[in-house]
C-alpha cells in the first residue's frame, strides 16, 4: 500500500541551529511532494512542493527540500531556526493529477531557547 | 487567506446525535475535501467533491456523508455521531486535485462526541 513516513514524532533544536525533519514514500513513479506546517491551534499552510525539475525546491520561511529519487525521500531543511518554527510538520504526496493527497503522521519540532 | 470557513469552530455532542460541519469558501474552487486529525495520523481524507453534486470517498468515509448542493458550500454529516468520531476536521480547498493544485485550508472544527 501507498504510504508516507515521518520517522521523527518530535524534535527539538536549539534556535540558530540547523533542522532537517525526514520524508520517505513508498511509490513505484515519482509522485509530487508537499511539506506543510501547522502551528498550535491553526490550519495548515504550504510551506514547498516538487513536481518535477530541480530536485532542491524552495520554499517560504527560509526552507528548502531536496527530492532524492533512489532514497525515495524528501526531507525538509533550514539552516538556522527560529522560535517561531516550532509548529508541526506534515509530508504528503499524490500519484498524479487525479490522486489525493497521502500524508505523513507529522513532525513536532520544539526549539530550545 | 484562501477566503475558507468553517463552522461551528467548536462542539460538543453526544453519542447517537446527527452532526453537521460546514465549509465555505469564496474563492470557487471546483475541489473541496473534508479531512480529520487524529494524533499519530496525520490527515486521513473523509471524502472530497469535484463539483456541484459530485462526490467520492476518500479513505475513513465510513460514518460519514457529504453534500454540495452550491460551489460555495460543502457539507460533513455524521448521522449518528460516536466517541471514534471525537478529532479535529479540516475543510480543504484546491482548484485541480491531488498534485497539480495546491491545498489551503481552513481552521479545523474540534469535535467531541461523548
Known amino acids: 500500500a501507498q504510504s508516507v513516513t515521518q520517522p521523527d514524532i518530535h524534535i527539538t533544536v536549539s534556535e540558530g541551529a540547523s533542522l532537517e525533519l525526514r520524508c520517505n514514500y513508498s511509490?513505484?513513479?515519482?509522485?509530487?511532494l508537499f511539506w506543510y506546517v501547522q502551528s498550535p491551534g491553526q490550519g495548515l499552510q504550504l510551506l514547498l512542493k516538487?513536481?518535477?525539475?530541480d530536485t532542491l525546491v524552495q520554499g517560504i520561511k527560509g526552507f528548502e527540500a531536496e527530492f532524492k529519487r533512489s532514497q525515495s525521500s524528501f526531507n525538509l531543511r533550514k539552516p538556522s531556526v527560529h522560535w517561531s518554527d516550532a509548529a508541526e510538520y506534515f509530508c504528503?504526496?499524490?500519484?498524479?493529477?487525479?490522486?489525493?493527497?497521502?500524508w505523513g503522521a507529522g513532525t513536532k519540532l520544539i526549539i530550545k531557547p | 487567506d484562501a477566503g475558507i470557513t468553517q463552522s461551528p469552530r467548536h462542539k460538543v455532542t453526544e453519542t447517537g446525535t446527527p452532526v453537521t460541519l460546514r465549509c465555505h469558501q469564496t474563492e470557487n474552487h471546483r475541489y473541496m475535501y473534508w479531512y480529520r486529525q487524529d494524533p499519530g495520523h496525520g490527515l486521513r481524507l473523509i471524502h472530497y467533491?469535484?463539483?456541484?453534486?459530485?462526490?467520492d470517498k476518500g479513505e475513513v468515509s465510513d460514518g460519514y456523508s457529504v453534500s454540495r448542493s452550491k460551489t460555495e458550500d460543502f457539507l460533513l454529516t455524521l448521522e449518528s455521531a460516536t466517541s471514534s468520531q471525537t478529532s479535529v476536521y479540516f475543510c480543504a480547498i484546491s482548484q485541480a486535485t491531488g498534485g497539480t493544485d495546491t491545498q489551503y485550508f481552513g481552521p479545523g472544527t474540534r469535535l467531541t462526541v461523548l
Open positions: 504528503a504526496v499524490a500519484l498524479d493529477s487525479n490522486y489525493q493527497l497521502i
Open positions: 511509490y513505484g513513479a515519482t509522485p509530487y
Open positions: 516538487y513536481f518535477s525539475g
Open positions: 467533491s469535484y463539483g456541484v453534486k459530485d462526490t
